[in-house]
């Protein structure tokens, strides 16, 4: 029990460290799995103001149309050196048909993810 809570602790410090150095702000949800297919793809991109957070929803699928059921979410920063945003999930998500992916920049800064949806 003690040696599991040492390694999840030991994973999360790597986890961090690797965030860190890679200066990226990639989220990776779920995994792909075999005849999984990429269900939509967006860029979201948004120029930086002055002590402003700028934000902005992902929302799969399309008003009136089906989901298919989510395998894999990858968010991937394009502007990279550590000035990336953030993302997280704010409902549905990995073994649902329908996801909303909530987009944050940092103070300051813009953003600029190409978010991948995968489902099968
Ligand atoms: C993918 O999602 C984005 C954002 O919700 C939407 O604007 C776009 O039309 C979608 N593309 C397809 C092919 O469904
Ligand atoms: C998701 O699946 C449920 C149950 O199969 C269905 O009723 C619903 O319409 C689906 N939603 C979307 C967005 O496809
Ligand atoms: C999606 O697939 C998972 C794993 O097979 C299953 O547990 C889940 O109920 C499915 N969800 C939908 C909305 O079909």
Known sequence: MKFATAFVVLAAVLGSCYL?????H???????????????QTT?????????VRSQEVIYP????????????????????????FASITSGGIGKNFT???????RG???NFQ???YGR
């Open 115 to 117: 978010v991948e949806v």
């Open 26 to 40: 990639n989220y990776f949800f779920g995994a792909r799995v075999p005849y999984d297919t990429l269900v939509n």
């Open 62 to 85: 399309l008003k009136g149309q089906r989901g298919r059921n989510i395998t894999a979410i990858y968010v991937y920063d394009r502007l990279g050196g550590g000035r990336g945003g």
């Open 20 to 24: 860190v150095s890679a200066q990226s």
């Open 44 to 52: 979201v991109i948004q120029t930086g103001a002055f002590l402003r």
């Open 100 to 106: 909303r992916i909530y987009l944050k920049s940092q």
């Open 109 to 111: 800064n813009g953003m």
